[in-house]
């Protein structure tokens, strides 16, 4: 079944691998069809080099089996909160790549320091606040998905596409599996520019707003000029 | 029409992408034949994977489309300018390349640390001023192209092809969209030594200026004895 | 004899090498045969790129050559020192990788910083004291293996499979050659986010015990949950 | 003449290409026959990617051309005082690699942080003095080398076979081409972890004497016993 959503989302696990930003099995990515409320997503623990699409898992909302012989990602519930969280994210991404992860474990948000952030992230790019002991215990990949569901509480999932989760790493999102890698591949590259940029200039305060909202809305949105014309 | 300086623009922009200086489309080189007074530039957001020359767009001096089935890149403003403004270079490249990135967004210009900057540039590579949010919402990228040719005023492009826009990201230049991509090359390069000097002894201090000219000239103009003799 | 060991541990060493942890002959992976306490180790100085089962040597736990045409590791007393400390280690693997390397010059254990830490070390990565000059005279690759093994008299090697050696660099160890191996190659990812979090943040202490907990115990005791069912 | 020296020259200096220490032309490795006192070179400016052995030039030791179609390198003054200070270096390279530069750069000698340095250098990689504006003026490349004859007054070449020059990069030699180049690969990963070393801790000293002296002569020199029996 869904065998097209199947193959995107394959492919967008492997490209996260291939650009380098998974280690070992340190991350997955997933993808929804919101009719059928259905989510695709990577098995737990199988290597890259090894994935193929009858590995993926099929699950509903609420993390029941749908089709598939193995278990799903570890991260599945956080995926799934993520998916009733944010009614317009049909993809959503996890890994544990290099500079989004310094990020996460020195416990700072990445603010927007250049126009390579600015064209993708319309602001600061967050950090949930800490897991407390009993939500680790009680629920920790459910909780997980709820504390950046709260991080968002005041904030646009369409404009700031991911999230830095404390002492962990990035998840990111997007219309489809694919964006959702892409949000990823770029928030490593702004984390990266990011944190040399600091450790060049501690002072360097963020961007001009003006300069923000310039090259945010020349991409997104109704007056964009970026790219061609469909 | 121009077919062989679409050959030269389109190696160069594939060159930016193969040497890693370009993520996604953060990027462009352009060419321009000085006769005609047409200038030939990458089309907006087209994936690199699938760049060929009959992609790429011939605007005159005004920006009027010439020749090509896509848009301009959106940068293509700030590249028509700075033709204006240097009459001696023939290519433009633009990039967010990493390192020299993370400069203009530490708000710093590179001073000349060592041979390898005084080999390609006489002198430290200097940084724009920010862009007024009045410049910003009337034109952006032509302002962009007039706070470079500003921060000439007082400089020799030939003797410095390359700047730092504010926030943004380096601009080269050179006699050849060829040129202008080396000069990126080198510039990133550069960029990174400079970075890496600063964080191992912050009070490192600029060359000896003497060591600076000896490197350059070298190199360049009439004196030059590096490489083999044309 | 031990062919199909031997197979293993030329992958493991293999493995070192084209994950990039190996600079020339800088590193070694060994093997042991529990019951026969046999140990197949690599040649001393044989490049890695010409590197075969045939070159591998057996020696028994107290060093004397059983098989094999070549010298053995010159860090091969370590080896046997730790087999004989940790009767559970199957697999032993040494490097120079490059952030390891820089935790081990700078004196410094790594602390548990975030999850990626916690799914493989369950606490901080320790640091041998030096090793006093008798010692380095008397027998420094018997000593090195003492000083590992008396760091963890009072930690368990498999909660915490690997050790930064004093001005040195890192030893790890598993059940088999190739999950040393595996153990490497996330030390060395793990102590390269941790550096790059100290710059960011030099006051980024510890993760949360009970984060650190669950991340461990989700992949490892009888508790586990990741990956798939066996 | 002299094909096999040659053959090594060339394959001197692609190695230093393939391993990613050239960025354009920006170094060169020569090799001398001791008896004949001829010396092998790269061609000046020559790229890389065409280099063959019939462009490689041969000069006596007063810099008299002795075959060859292309002008030598114009560090080639440079090699020939070392040849002549250094009897029994062989083979000598130069780069602008990475974190040599960085090093020099920063005007720093690179202490002995541990043993992959002292497997290779017996104590600090030193910095030469600036040249002054006087001998840039008069003779730059000759009081290039010059000032690093000078700097190894009293240091034995043999025991630490290379050096930074002062806001430029590094120089190594050895008993051949061959080797030159491999203690030019070292030196820039030594370069990088000492980096690295004091990033993390500035106050990290030098590693101990006993230490030092171990590992250097567990490879080098009558006693030694690292790798296989001659």
């Known amino acids: ?121 319309h602001g600061e790019i967050p950090l949930t606040r800490p897991l407390t002991p009993e939500e680790i215990n009680r629920g920790y990949e459910v909780e997980t998905g709820n504390v950046i569901a709260e991080t968002f509480s005041r904030l646009d999932p369409e404009a700031i596409p991911g999230v830095l989760v404390y002492s962990h790493g990035p998840f990111t999102w997007g219309k489809s599996a694919s964006q959702a890698v892409e949000n990823m591949i770029v928030l490593e590259e702004v984390a990266r520019m990011a944190w040399g940029t600091l450790m060049l200039n501690p002072d360097s305060g963020p961007m001009a707003a003006e300069l923000l909202d310039k090259h945010f809305f020349r991409k997104h949105g109704a007056d964009s000029y970026y790219g061609q014309k469909k």
């Open 1 to 121: 079944m869904l065998e097209q959503l199947k193959a995107e989302v394959l492919e967008a696990n492997l490209k996260l691998y291939r650009k380098g930003l998974i280690v070992y099995t340190w991350g997955n990515a997933s993808g929804i069809d919101r009719d059928k409320e259905l989510v695709i997503i990577k098995p737990s623990g199988v290597p890259y080099e090894e994935l193929k699409a009858e590995h993926l898992v099929v699950v509903d909302l609420d993390g029941k089996l749908v089709e598939g012989d193995y278990s799903p990602s570890s991260d599945t519930p956080t995926h799934l909160v993520l998916y009733k969280a944010f009614p317009k994210a049909c993809g959503i991404a996890h890994s544990h790549s290099l500079y989004a992860t310094i990020w996460a474990q020195a416990k700072r948000a990445i603010p927007p320091l250049g126009t390579t952030h600015a064209d993708y992230f």
